[in-house]
């Protein structure tokens, strides 16, 4: 590409101009697309997320472009390839909970019970990594409190009163967050795992 076409490009995205970005998208939206398309070899839906996740990541950080560190192709492709990791790190995690929901629905027992607490799942159920998944990720889906009070009663065994101290609050009230905290958690673990109370 001709250097002063670069030059230029370079330092419209640094002012934040919209010529600069749409020049930059008509120069390498196709060659961006061909390239993700030949490393990824999935879906054209998957390689158009991830197409348009690096232009929006582009967006977001052209301001910073440093044409000392590179051309705006190697730091287009760059965001690309962080995309596209992200992209197989998504899938695999995926991939991991579709597996452990399977693997839940084809338990016997009383999983309900297990669910609210009336009854302890057997440890061989607890400890395996499918139920860990289901854990992970039904915390993820819970606000970032639920999750700090949940982790830290159940996963460190930290005491109610140690915790209270922590975040500055009363025992009461944190025993009252908990009882809240363990309701969303079944309520989300339901979710994930489609299971509807007495099922």
Same mark, same amino acid.
């Given at each position: 590409?001709?250097?002063?076409?670069?030059?230029?490009?370079?330092?419209?995205?640094?002012?934040?101009?919209?010529?600069?970005?749409?020049?930059?998208?008509?120069?390498?939206?196709?060659?961006?697309?061909?390239?993700?398309?030949r490393l990824m070899y999935c879906d054209p839906v998957s390689v158009a997320d991830v197409v348009q996740e690096t232009f929006l990541v582009a967006a977001r950080s052209a301001r910073n472009?440093?044409?000392?560190?590179?051309?705006?192709?190697?730091?287009?492709?760059?965001? %690309?390839? =962080?995309?596209?990791?992200?992209?197989? $790190?998504?899938?695999?995690?995926?991939?991991? !909970?579709?597996?452990? +929901?399977?693997?839940?629905?084809?338990?016997?027992?009383?999983?309900?019970?297990?669910?609210?607490?009336?009854?302890?799942?057997?440890?061989?159920?607890?400890?395996?990594?499918?139920?860990?998944?289901?854990?992970?990720?039904?915390?993820?889906?819970?606000?970032?409190?639920?999750?700090?009070?949940?982790?830290?009663?159940?996963?460190?065994?930290?005491?109610?009163?140690?915790?209270?101290?922590?975040?500055?609050?009363?025992?009461? %009230?944190? =025993?009252?967050?908990?009882?809240?905290? $363990?309701?969303?958690?079944?309520?989300?673990? !339901?979710?994930?795992? +489609?299971?509807?109370?007495?099922?």
């Open positions: 590409m001709d250097q002063f076409i670069h030059a230029e490009i370079a330092q419209g995205l640094k002012q934040g101009s919209c010529s600069a970005w749409f020049k930059l998208y008509e120069l390498y939206a196709e060659q961006l697309w061909r390239n993700v398309a472009f440093d044409h000392r560190r590179g051309s705006l192709w190697v730091w287009l492709w760059t965001i %690309a390839q =962080r995309q596209i990791a992200l992209h197989y $790190r998504r899938e695999k995690a995926k991939a991991a !909970r579709v597996k452990a +929901q399977q693997w839940w629905c084809s338990l016997d027992g009383q999983k309900a019970d297990w669910i609210d607490g009336r009854e302890k799942p057997p440890a061989e159920v607890l400890e395996t990594d499918e139920m860990a998944t289901l854990v992970r990720h039904t915390l993820a889906e819970l606000p970032a409190e639920y999750q700090m009070l949940l982790t830290s009663k159940y996963i460190d065994g930290v005491a109610v009163e140690q915790i209270a101290e922590q975040i500055s609050s009363s025992s009461e %009230a944190v =025993r009252s967050k908990l009882a809240r905290a $363990r309701k969303a958690f079944r309520r989300v673990f !339901r979710k994930l795992t +489609q299971l509807t109370p007495g099922a």
